[in-house]
């Protein structure tokens, strides 16, 4: 106010680049509050002081019904023991249960497991330059009970082919030993061509007997005991076995079979 009446300075700024930086920086904040919230695994960032800075909802569910009000600001001890109180633990358990997850924010890093609301989850934690604590928590329920699944149906499998082996051995046993008996049966001996034929039937028996014993190899391999015998095999021999049990398929075929003549000159080689 002057006496020639009323005055008025102004003074103006351009302060265009400073909301741009504003803008950016909000616009920044918005992406990273978005791709944290994509997040499927349960995320939670916590301060050096172990108080919890951001979340995404995945995190929020697992203190729904145990704590009212907004996380954030809310420590790790104390949102640890209220889920301990959640879970009617006694005073020791709930002191444990507080150890066990300040233990996980506080350390360099670590891997963890925890149990909430009957799921099981891996807890990833790693510190941040700030000396807070970015913790991520999976999911691991569904892999779990597939493991335990297999588990059990590699286990049921075993145990259905060793029983099964036994149970196959019995007949087998039994065939092969008739057919040793009438090979050597003295009072009524076979011709020719019928010990021929029987010779097909204690081979192929003997045969089989081997299979069974590698279907119980098979259980051993799974359980990382398989025995090796390493010994000389004879590669002719051998192979002629292979021709003979093969022969009465390939005759009902109509198929030759024929053997190399360098076979023979091969001799033994070392095998299991």
Known sequence: ELDDGRHVIAAIRD????????????????????????IEDAFAVFDPEGRLVTHNSAFQRLYEGVLAGPLIGRSVAELAR?????????????????????????????????????????????????????VVMSDRTE??????????????KSDFLS?????????????????QLLRRDRKAPLNERQLGMLEHIVDGGEH????????????RIEAGTVPFSIEPVDVASTVAQAVTTLAPMAA???????????????????AD
């Open 15 to 38: 302060i265009s680049e400073a909301v741009q930086t504003r803008r950016a920086a909000q616009l920044a904040a918005d992406h990273l509050r978005n791709a944290v919230e994509c």
């Open 82 to 134: 209220a889920v301990a109180v959640a879970e009617g633990l006694d005073a020791a358990q709930q002191e444990a249960l507080v150890q066990q997850r300040v233990g996980l924010v506080t350390q360099p890093a670590s891997v963890g497991r925890l149990e909430r609301l009957g799921r099981v989850y891996r807890v990833v934690s790693r510190r941040t330059q700030d000396g807070g604590a970015v």
């Open 143 to 156: 892999e779990l009970q597939r493991e335990e699944a297999l588990r059990k149906a590699s286990a049921a």
């Open 163 to 179: 029983s099964m082996s036994h149970e196959l051995r019995t007949p087998l046993n039994a065939v092969l030993g008739f057919a």
């Open 208 to 219: 089989l007997l081997h299979l069974i014993d590698d279907v119980l190899d098979l259980t």
């Open 252 to 270: 009902r075929a109509e198929v030759e079979l024929v053997v190399d003549p360098s076979v023979a000159a091969v001799g033994a080689v070392t």
